[in-house]
């Protein structure tokens, strides 16, 4: 068969089709290059009306390090950070490019994303910037595995994180997280009412935690202990790998449990309630009805440390 010859137009080279499509020449530079002699407006001191509450960078993409206490003991993954600080009405910006350069600092020693890590940075992070405070805010995927009740045959789950931490060189440092997990509820009262079957949903139970300053999760891990709070409470755990045996195991589980998206909540609030390190929590379920257009929705809020200051009177 013969090699079918095409066309081959004559293009100007690049340098010609960039001036085509608009590039010219440069200019003539009067502004200095060097760092010491360019103009700083961001350190401008004089009086800018009013205090700023949080300036800083968002959207930050960055791969970090997970350890868990539950397979996988390790894992990376991408996280979504934001920085910021507060700065006086005497100062008219912060020096956003300080924000990355010590994230890439911290990435070349190796960035764990655990409280004791995310303290460490926020209090460098406020020296660097020359500011009182500094806060830090990171959001990830975090994988675990999870096996089928009667074949033990694994697969991995994820949940939605996030950490906060705010640090303040005479308030000392404020921790937060929250953990977004899917569950099966099933509905009590298509239970109580029907001849057979009842109908069940999938249940998004997110938990906004606050916690003591002095937590430590290398010695205990928050992400279990949240999770568990979930789905232990739910009518039954989700299952990446289900054979025939386990889901007639799941789904009788799911039977003999039912919960409502208010028992949801409730549930998972006492569970909170019970763990030493939190000091306050919201519990939301969302559950996504499979007879309703719409979904149930239920929250608790409990602040412990309010409930410590009136018992004492």
């Keep these: ?12 080279d690049k340098a ?13 530079r009067t502004k200095p290059s060097e760092k ?4 700083d407006l961001q350190n401008t001191k004089k009086d800018f ?3 700023l509450d949080s300036v800083g960078i ?6 970090i390090t997970i350890k868990s206490s539950i397979i996988p003991a390790e894992q990376t993954s991408i996280g979504t950070f934001s920085f910021s600080s507060t700065i006086d009405k005497s100062s008219k910006g912060t020096n956003m490019s300080r924000f990355t350069e010590q994230l890439a600092e911290y990435h070349h020693q190796g960035f764990v994303a655990d409280f004791h890590t995310l303290k460490l940075f926020t209090k460098d992070l406020a020296k660097r910037l020359k500011q009182r405070d500094a806060r830090i805010e990171v959001s990830f995927p975090w994988f675990y595995e999870r096996r089928g009740p009667h074949s033990d045959l694994a697969g991995m789950n994820h949940a939605d994180l996030t950490m906060s931490v705010e640090y303040d060189s ?13 569950v099966t509820t099933l509905c009590p009262c298509s239970k109580e009412i029907s001849e057979y079957s009842a109908h069940n949903q999938r249940g998004n139970v997110k938990m906004s935690v606050s916690l003591d300053e002095h937590f430590d999760d290398r010695e205990t891990d928050w992400k279990e202990l949240l999770l568990e ?20 195991m799941v789904t009788e589980q799911a039977y003999e449990n039912p919960r409502f998206v208010e028992d949801m909540v409730r549930l998972v609030a006492a569970d909170l309630y019970e763990l030493p390190f939190v000091q306050k ?19 608790v809020t409990y602040d412990k440390l309010e409930e410590k200051a009136v018992a004492q009177g």
């Design 1 to 12: 068969m013969d090699k079918i010859e095409f066309p081959k137009k004559q293009l100007p």
């Design 16 to 28: 010609e089709r960039h001036k085509l499509f608009g590039s010219v020449e440069p200019g003539p």
């Design 36 to 39: 010491k002699e360019m103009a």
């Design 49 to 51: 009306l009013f205090d």
């Design 58 to 63: 968002a959207n930050v993409k960055h791969p």
């Design 170 to 182: 005479i308030k000392g440092y404020t921790l937060g997280a929250s953990l977004s997990s899917l």
């Design 229 to 248: 709070a979930a789905e232990s409470n739910a009518s039954a755990r989700l299952h990446p790998v289900l054979k025939r045996p386990d889901e007639k």
């Design 281 to 299: 929590f919201r519990v939301e379920c969302r559950n996504e009805e499979s007879i309703h257009m719409h979904d149930a929705i239920a929250s």
